[in-house]
């Protein structure tokens, strides 16, 4: 039997309010927890015995319910919220978590507002679930409060949170419609107003599969909370708190645990127990106020932006035009290519930070938001991404190898190295078929862009030095790759593997032109997917001979294109014919390649419904520049419940980049090689709201990071292989990149001395 709480409260006895299904009065900490419309203080029966023994659980009574039946239902939010208010006073004298699910979040959330406003005490956190977020609740008023009882119950049967049996039951619909008339009342008439931003933190929860709360929208909640702590989306519908209970009481565990708020916070102001019966709580107080009483201007909620467009014909080189934009550019940006179709994204109005602990999403002004990665570093992406709020967005970026060692087990790098950075753009433009799409946040920037991108056309690509920077291809680092080689080789016949990439690094000691390396490199090559890139303190330009994955959001289509086997690729047609022919031949070159693909196959299956994984193309030839490769291409349908960045996470890294097996492959790597990748052998990519993902593999390129510059190039290694084939490989790739080098303007391509081969290749090895 619940024990009554001690107090009085405006609307009657604070003892009212609550029920405590476990009292333990000593408890060091609270969780107050206020109910979905119609739901009986017992929906938290179970919560009570689930927390720790030094928590106490509270459940939230309105009149009109249980042991207030006499009591008249309240139909309005400001006054229910206002004598729920005052009657919490009487818990808050230790650390108090508000929980609120459905029409209870909005409760909780009114409440809180008040508490603040009040300048007395204040919960020390809020979790809000199953709720849109108040711009949402105003741009979409619930049309509830005109429901009749038939409609009510249509409603209930809906959200799934009410049996069957008892909506069909005639006496049972008799206690349950009245609460709920009231409660529709209450959301059907609740217009959130344009109050200062609580700061309180606050953590959202939702299920993925709730129709009535979007996920994207979820981050809106943002706009009315200076502490946007979390966004944590669960599996299932509008009561998916019900089955994952365990995992959102952990939340508002943790919730309560990182505040660290004192319950009290001392003030002489007025609280809402002090006002005399009658009078209006909102005269008198900031709770609904532009400015405070000092009369300073407080921050208000505001409204994310969205993309506007103008369509331009366009005759200039679209890869010219790209680059040219690039040179001029003072801000971070990304060139995406694929086969023609040019993608252009600069600077960062929302950024997406993945690092082994969980992923950051910044948007504009707003406060970052966190997103723990205790079920996966890609499920946290994912997350973030599904909180980007801006329709039709494309976001821009770049995935580091070291990403793989939280998706394979391996221990996480050293530092707090981000794992991935991806851009929501300020402005873009997308280039194809002689035209050009512009796309900005700020309309008055659209003159702005187009005047650019004319401009950037009329330079007709012209890089302007017909000049070369030179690296040390053939010799750097030579002996050390050879031994790396032999050492890989022993691991492999000793059955600890069966394939790994190990790669060489050699600096570029002189420097370069990105943007014009980029235009020449890709004039040169004919990549499946080519990057330029300033973005996260890394830049690179690249041409990539195969993706990693991609994945189309409309009906979850996915692709990899893997390529193992290699030879030079060097104009003389007779002598590259007879180098093709000895590819097919080569024992070494065919088993890498076909076990390659079996993997690919099986990281498909894991994803993929098995009747559509598929070989479309099986060891046919693609020239790559000053290469040409075996290549492959593998298709399958997401399997129900499977998503865009979980095909990603299989597939990722390449394996004709790491290994097989991959952790294994991967842990070789890092003894072998010393140093991190980085954004070698990771990806470059886009991602469109729509959840299509196309990533390129990252190789080919040249890099500069923290000051220095250096290309790096892998072999694959199995139980074949000889140290000196495989050092020539990476000799035969890395021309698809030394021979491009343009030097960086006023420069005679001269050495530079403040870095030395051996800084570089120590840095980049």
């Known amino acids: 039997m619940a024990e009554p709480l001690a107090g009085r409260a405006a609307g009657g006895a604070a003892d009212a309010w609550f029920r405590r299904y476990a009292p333990r009065p000593d408890a060091s900490a609270r969780i107050v927890c206020f109910g979905p419309a119609g739901g009986a203080p017992a929906f938290y029966r179970d919560w009570a015995r689930a927390v720790p023994d030094d928590v106490e659980v509270l459940s939230v009574v309105l009149p009109g319910r249980e042991r207030r039946l006499a009591e008249p239902a309240l139909t309005d939010m400001d006054r229910l919220a206002d004598n729920a208010a005052a009657a919490l006073l009487t818990v808050l004298d230790r650390p108090t978590v508000l929980f609120g699910h459905s029409m209870g979040a909005s409760v909780a959330f009114e409440v809180t507002r008040r508490l603040e406003a009040s300048g007395g005490r204040r919960p020390a956190a809020l979790v809000v679930s199953g709720r849109p977020s108040p711009r949402r609740l105003l741009e979409r008023p619930s049309p509830v409060a005109d429901y009749d009882d038939d409609q009510i119950v249509a409603y209930l049967r809906g959200l799934g949170g009410t049996p069957d049996e008892l909506l069909d039951d005639p006496e049972a619909r008799e206690l349950i419609l009245p609460p709920c008339r009231a409660d529709f009342q209450v959301i059907g008439r609740y217009a959130p107003g344009f109050h200062p931003r609580i700061t309180t933190p606050l953590l959202v929860v939702l299920g993925d599969q709730d129709a009535s709360v979007p996920v994207w929208d979820a981050a809106r909640w943002g706009e009315v909370a200076t502490r946007l702590n979390g966004i944590h989306v669960l599996p299932g519908g509008h009561f998916y708190l019900v089955p994952e209970r365990t995992a959102v009481i952990d939340h508002v565990l943790r919730s309560l645990r990182e505040t660290g708020a004192p319950a009290d916070v001392p003030s002489a102001a007025v609280q809402p127990a002090d006002l005399p019966r009658g009078t209006d709580p909102h005269e008198g107080t900031a709770r609904h106020a532009g400015r405070s009483d000092s009369g300073k201007e407080r921050e208000a909620v505001t ?73 996966g570093v890609l499920h946290a992406l994912d997350q973030a991404l599904a909180a980007v709020q801006v329709e039709g967005w494309r976001a821009y970026g770049w995935a580091a190898f070291e990403l793989s060692y939280p998706l394979h087990g391996l221990p996480a790098a050293p530092g707090d190295t981000p794992l991935a950075h991806l851009v929501v753009p300020r402005c873009e433009v997308r ?24 401009s950037a056309a009329a330079l007709g690509g012209a890089v302007g030095s017909t000049q070369r920077v030179t690296a040390d291809v053939e010799h750097h680092d030579a002996d050390v790759y050879r031994a790396s080689v032999a050492a890989a080789v022993e691991e492999i016949r000793a ?28 004039r040169g090559n004919d990549p499946a997917r080519s990057f330029l890139l300033r973005l996260g303190g890394w830049e690179t330009a690249g041409f990539s001979p195969e993706i990693v994955a991609r994945v189309t959001g409309e009906d979850g289509h996915v692709v990899a294109q893997p390529l193992a086997g290699t030879r030079a690729l060097e104009g003389d047609l007779e002598a590259d014919r007879g180098r093709r022919a000895e590819l097919y031949r080569d024992e070494k070159e065919v088993f890498e390649h076909a076990v390659s693909v079996r993997l690919v ?165």
């Open 303 to 375: 409204f994310a932006p969205a993309y506007h467009e103008r369509r331009i014909s366009l005759t200039g080189d679209a890869l010219s035009t790209a680059a040219a934009l690039s040179e001029t550019s003072a801000e971070a940006y990304v060139l995406y290519e694929n086969r023609g179709v040019v993608g252009w994204a600069e600077g960062e109005f929302g950024t997406v930070v993945v690092r082994s602990g969980g992923t950051t999403l910044r948007l504009g002004d707003a406060d970052p938001v966190e997103f723990p990665a205790d079920r």
């Open 431 to 454: 280039i194809e078929d002689g035209g050009a799409l512009l796309r900005v946040l700020a309309p008055e920037d659209l003159d702005t862009l187009e005047q650019r991108v004319r």
């Open 495 to 522: 059955g600890h593997l069966t394939k790994v990439i190990l790669s060489r690094v050699v600096p570029v000691t002189s420097p370069i032109d990105m943007p014009a390396t980029y235009l020449e490199g890709r």
């Open 601 to 765: 196959a099986e990281e498909l299956g894991e994803v993929c419904t098995r009747e559509s994984v598929a070989v479309d193309d099986f060891m046919s030839i693609k020239e790559r520049g000053s290469v040409q490769h075996l290549a492959s291409r593998l298709s399958g349908s997401l399997a129900p419940g499977k998503t865009a960045w979980e095909a990603f996470g299989a597939l990722f890294p390449a394996v004709t980049a790491s290994g097989i097996p991959k952790a294994e492959g991967c842990e070789l790597i890092r003894r072998a090689e010393r140093r991190p990748r980085g954004l070698y052998s990771g990806a470059v990519l886009t991602v469109d709201a729509d959840g299509t993902v196309d990533a390129a593999l990252v190789l080919r390129s040249v890099y500069r990071h923290e000051g220095r510059t250096w290309m790096r190039a892998g072999a694959g290694i199995v139980a074949h292989s000889t140290p000196e084939r495989e050092l020539e490989e990476t000799r035969e790739k890395m021309r698809s990149v030394s021979r491009f080098l343009v030097p960086a303007a006023e420069t005679e391509a001269k050495p530079l001395a403040s870095a030395p081969d051996e800084q570089s290749a120590a840095f980049a090895r």
